[in-house]
């Protein structure tokens, strides 16, 4: 499967968080239109179907995402 770069998924969260408050403050048509568009280009961008799996999997893939995660690490 393609990656996408984490400067793009990045962008797209930031898109995708702002289009959220702008779609429950105003909810006009071309808001709620980008926020479908950023919903299903994330959705491709990381594989999934769904939106919270999205945007998990995105931030996952972000820079720094894990650098505290000691799981492979043996007591």
């Given amino acids: ?3 996408a770069h984490p400067a793009v998924l990045r962008d797209l969260l930031d898109e995708y968080e702002a289009l959220l ?3 429950a403050a105003e909810g006009d048509e071309a ?3 980008r926020l479908d568009d950023v919903t299903y280009t994330l959705c491709v961008s990381t594989g999934t179907r769904d939106i919270d799996a999205a ?3 995105a ?3 972000l820079p720094g995402a894990r650098t505290f995660d000691d799981s492979v690490l043996t007591a």
């Fill in 1 to 3: 499967m393609l990656m």
């Fill in 21 to 23: 408050v702008l779609n």
């Fill in 31 to 33: 808001t709620r239109q």
């Fill in 55 to 57: 945007v998990i999997a």
């Fill in 59 to 61: 931030r996952h893939r």
